[in-house]
C-alpha cells in the first residue's frame, strides 16, 4: 500500500469522535488552526481572512470543517453558529487536568470555563468562577475551588499561561 500525501489524501469534515483519533500530529495542528479561523468567522471575519489571520488556508477550512462548520449566505461563506465539531481540550478537573474530547454545547461551556479560570490567574476574581460550580464536561467536574487552583499551578500541573482566553482544541 503507498503512501499518499496529506493534500492528495481526502479529508471529510471532523464530525465524528472517531475522526478527531484518527488524525495524525500535522493534521491535529491543521484542524485545529482552523477552528480558530471558524471562531475568527464566528466574530465577524470573512473566511479568507480568518485563515489568514489564523495561519492557514480556506482550502483546507473545505476539508476539515465543510458543511458541518461553514455554509454559504449569498456570495458569502459564513460559519455555522451551532457547528457540531469536535475539539480536544485540556481541563483542570477536581481529578487533576484532563485531556477531553468535546462538541457543540459542551465546547462552548470550555470555552465560558477558561475565559474565567484566564480571569482568575489575571486578577484573582473568582465570580465567574463560582458560577460554574458543579458543571461537568466528558463525566467531570469543573475545577472553581480557587486554593486547588492555585495548587495545581503551584505543583506546575497547570501552566498559568497556557490556560489562554478560550483557545479550546489548543
Do not use: C, N
Not at 493534521?27 to 471575519?45: F, K, P, S, W
Not at 465570580?127 to 475545577?143: H, M
Amino acid at each position: 500500500m503507498e503512501k499518499r500525501s496529506l493534500m492528495a489524501r481526502r479529508i471529510v469534515p471532523i464530525t465524528s469522535l472517531r475522526r478527531l483519533q484518527s488524525l495524525s500530529a500535522r493534521e491535529r495542528q491543521t484542524y485545529a488552526r482552523t477552528l480558530h479561523a471558524h471562531r475568527l468567522m464566528r466574530a465577524g471575519m470573512s473566511k479568507k481572512q480568518a485563515a489568514f489571520e489564523a495561519d492557514t488556508t480556506p482550502q483546507a477550512m473545505d476539508r476539515y470543517l465543510g458543511g458541518a462548520g461553514l455554509q454559504k449566505r449569498g456570495a458569502r461563506w459564513v460559519a455555522k453558529p451551532g457547528a457540531r465539531l469536535w475539539v480536544y481540550v485540556q481541563v483542570p478537573t477536581t481529578s487533576g487536568v484532563q485531556r477531553l474530547a468535546v462538541r457543540g454545547r459542551k465546547s462552548d461551556l470550555v470555552r465560558v470555563y477558561k475565559d474565567a479560570l484566564w480571569r482568575y490567574v489575571k486578577t484573582s476574581e473568582d465570580s465567574e468562577l463560582v458560577e460554574l460550580e458543579g458543571r461537568a464536561v466528558g463525566g467531570y467536574t469543573l475545577l472553581t475551588d480557587a486554593p486547588e487552583i492555585e495548587e495545581l499551578i503551584e505543583r506546575g500541573e497547570l501552566d498559568p499561561y497556557e490556560v489562554g482566553s478560550g483557545e479550546t482544541g489548543r
